[in-house]
T-cell receptor, first 113, second 114 residues
Framework: DGGITQSPKYLFRKEGQNVTLSCEQN?????MYWYRQDPGQGLRLIYY???????QKGDIAEGYSVSREKKESFPLTVTSAQKNPTAFYLC????????????FGEGSRLTVL | AQSVAQPEDQVNVAEGNPLTVKCTYS??????LFWYVQYPNRGLQFLLK??????LVKGSYGFEAEFNKSQTSFHLKKPSALVSDSALYFC????????????FGTGTRLKVLA
C-alpha cells in the first residue's frame, strides 16, 4: 500500500537522551516535513526538505536535527538540547505543485520521563 | 508574515444542523488553502483545497468551503452535521512563492451533539 509510515507510535525517553523518529514514504514525493503538535498550539514546522540531500529549518528547529539521504526517508532526531520535547510529532509529504495537499503519517508521541 | 487564524477554539452544533468552522489567512500572492481533520492520536486527513477556480469547493464527507478573497477567509461548512464529524479541524495555507511551506492554524474542536 502507498503511504507514510512513522515509527515508533509511542516512545518514552529519559532526560538527556537523544531519540530518533522514523518517517518512510513510498508515494514518490519530493518534499517531506516534520511538524510538532502541542495542545492549543496547532502544528509548528520543525524542518522540511524539498529534495534529497537538502533541508531547511522551520520555525522551531532548535534542539532537533534531520537528514535526507534517500527520497523515501526523513528521520528526525530529538536531541538533549530540546528543552521541552514531550509532544506529538507528525511527518508529512507533499504532492508537489500540481496537487498541493500534504499527506500525513499517523504520528509519534514522545514522552520524556 | 504569513499566518492563518482560526478564531474559535471550539464549535458546538446539534446533529442535523448546519456547521461552520471559520478560517482567515494572511499571505502574499495567491494562496493555496486547505482544510484537514484530525481524530484523537491520529495524523491529519485532507478534506479539501482551494487553488484556483470556483470559490465554493466541495470535499470529502460532505464538507465544503467558501473562498472569499476580499475578506481573506476560507470557512469550512457542512449542511447537516453528524456526531461522527466531531474532531479537530485545521485550516492551512501554502504560499505561492515556491517554498512549499505550509502554515497551520491552531485548530478548532468541533463537537456535534446528538
Amino acid at each position: 500500500d502507498g503511504g507514510i509510515t512513522q515509527s515508533p507510535k509511542y516512545l518514552f525517553r529519559k532526560e538527556g537522551q537523544n531519540v530518533t523518529l522514523s518517517c518512510e514514504q513510498n508515494l514518490n514525493h519530493d518534499a517531506m516535513y516534520w511538524y510538532r503538535q502541542d495542545p492549543g498550539q496547532g502544528l509548528r514546522l520543525i524542518y522540511y526538505s524539498q529534495i534529497v540531500n537538502d533541508f531547511q529549518k522551520g520555525d522551531i528547529a532548535e534542539g532537533y536535527s534531520v537528514s535526507r539521504e534517500k527520497k523515501e526517508s526523513f528521520p528526525l532526531t530529538v536531541t538533549s538540547a530540546q528543552k521541552n520535547p514531550t509532544a506529538f510529532y507528525l511527518c508529512a509529504t507533499g504532492g508537489g505543485p500540481n496537487t498541493g495537499e500534504l499527506f500525513f503519517g499517523e504520528g509519534s508521541r514522545l514522552t520524556v520521563l | 508574515a504569513q499566518s492563518v487564524a482560526q478564531p474559535e477554539d471550539q464549535v458546538n452544533v446539534a446533529e442535523g444542523n448546519p456547521l461552520t468552522v471559520k478560517c482567515t489567512y494572511s499571505v502574499s500572492g495567491n494562496p493555496y488553502l486547505f482544510w484537514y481533520v484530525q481524530y484523537p492520536n491520529r495524523g491529519l486527513q485532507f478534506l479539501l483545497k482551494y487553488i484556483t477556480g470556483d470559490n465554493l469547493v466541495k470535499g470529502s464527507y460532505g464538507f465544503e468551503a467558501e473562498f472569499n478573497k476580499s475578506q481573506t477567509s476560507f470557512h469550512l461548512k457542512k449542511p447537516s452535521a453528524l456526531v461522527s464529524d466531531s474532531a479537530l479541524y485545521f485550516c492551512a495555507v501554502r504560499d505561492a512563492s515556491g517554498t512549499y511551506k505550509y502554515i497551520f492554524g491552531t485548530g478548532t474542536r468541533l463537537k456535534v451533539l446528538a
